[in-house]
């Protein structure tokens, strides 16, 4: 922590997916596939979508409820919101529009970051930012997704992959001098930016030569993601945590982005750290991008597989690409 700054406290988690279950088996309606070749692959049973007019700002919402809940802040108290989205419902802002649903009344700023399924990450750097300068106290980050909107849902090799979800994190100035963040970076490579593509074309105007027209819809390249993160995470995470004067035995639980199971297992390998500390839930939820680690979060305390207070190391990574981890202690009660 920088001389000088306030200390950050993480103060509550929170997290919402829509009640629509899709499964594996459903999924061979659409495509010649089966449950074993997609958990094979992926390690993913089932994902949940939203259904009818249910969208990521829904979602958004009952997650801060519910992460305010647990900190015991009321939404007038938050001085700022800030959304993480990888394919947001609203472009003029879905902060705005979460804070509009929590009828916060007082004029506080309210904007997106768009940094993919590494967002929530590079909001808790922002936020850290805000809060030790004592510019503001009280800092809601609401990571929220409806991917299934801008998938092709004919192409089985990305639509098998992501579902839909939001996770919430409030964070505070710490009121007892203590700071929950022992590590935080984040890093981008636009180079690698084609891996993962969702373009916004648009119309040109009619005066002026036509643009060439893009499918609205999210295109990946599996293999070259694949490549790119297990050459590239494993390393960052195991400098992270020397950076931060800590040995892997130091670290009580890892709570990665939930991608993809092998790519899970990877930076696993390479850091060292046990089955039982690593939280994995992309079985039951699929990828739902920035959302997925507070979702894990939220659920790995839930189940008995996380005990607060503990060490936590989050990591993770998305189009851009951005990537991003933390090394944070989190308190009990607080999800």
């Given at each position: 922590m920088i001389k000088g700054a306030i200390p950050l406290k993480i103060a509550g988690i929170g997290y919402s997916v829509p009640d629509t279950v899709v499964t594996n088996e459903d999924l061979t309606k659409l495509y010649d596939t089966s449950d074993e070749w997609i958990y094979s692959r992926t390690g993913i049973k089932e994902r949940r979508i939203v259904s009818g007019n249910e969208n990521g700002i829904d979602l958004g919402e009952k997650a801060a409820k519910n992460a305010l809940e647990k900190a015991g802040i009321e939404p007038d108290d938050l001085d700022m919101i800030i959304?993480?989205?990888?394919?947001?419902?609203?472009?003029?802002?879905?902060?705005?529009?979460?804070?509009k649903r929590l009828e916060i009344k007082k004029p506080i700023p309210a904007f997106d970051v768009s940094a993919a399924c590494a967002g929530l990450i590079y909001g808790l750097s922002i936020a850290r930012g805000f809060i030790a300068s004592g510019m503001y106290k009280n800092v809601l980050i609401v990571?929220?997704?409806?991917?299934?909107?801008?998938?092709?849902?004919?192409?089985?090799?990305?639509?098998?992959?992501?579902?839909?979800?939001?996770?919430?994190?409030?964070?505070?100035?710490?009121?007892?001098?203590?700071?929950?963040?022992?590590?935080?970076?984040?890093?981008?490579?636009?180079?690698?930016?084609?891996?993962?593509?969702?373009?916004?074309?648009?119309?040109?105007c009619p005066l002026v030569k036509p643009n060439d027209k893009r499918e609205m819809k999210i295109r990946m390249n599996g293999k070259g993601v694949y490549v790119f993160v297990v050459k590239l995470l494993p390393n960052y995470v195991a400098n992270l945590i020397s950076e931060a004067g800590l040995k892997t035995e130091d670290i009580d639980y890892m709570v990665p982005h939930q991608a993809n199971i092998r790519?899970?297992?990877?930076?696993?390998?390479?850091?060292?750290?046990?089955d039982e500390k690593v939280i994995t839930n992309l079985e039951n939820y699929g990828n739902t991008s920035a959302a997925s680690i507070p979702i894990a979060l939220v659920e790995g305390v839930k189940n008995g597989q996380m005990k607060l207070d503990s060490k936590v190391l989050l990591c993770g990574f998305g189009a851009g690409m951005t990537w991003g981890g933390a090394i944070v202690n989190l308190r009990k009660g607080v999800c």
């Open positions: 959304a993480a989205s990888s394919a947001p419902i609203e472009m003029y802002s879905m902060a705005c529009q979460i804070q990571a929220t997704d409806n991917n299934s909107r801008l998938l092709d849902w004919s192409d089985r090799a990305t639509s098998i992959l992501f579902g839909d979800g939001a996770g919430a994190m409030v964070v505070t100035s710490s009121d007892d001098g203590k700071d929950d963040i022992i590590a935080l970076d984040i890093q981008a490579d636009g180079e690698q930016g084609g891996l993962i593509e969702l373009h916004l074309d648009g119309d040109a790519i899970i297992k990877a930076v696993q390998e390479r850091i060292g750290i046990s």
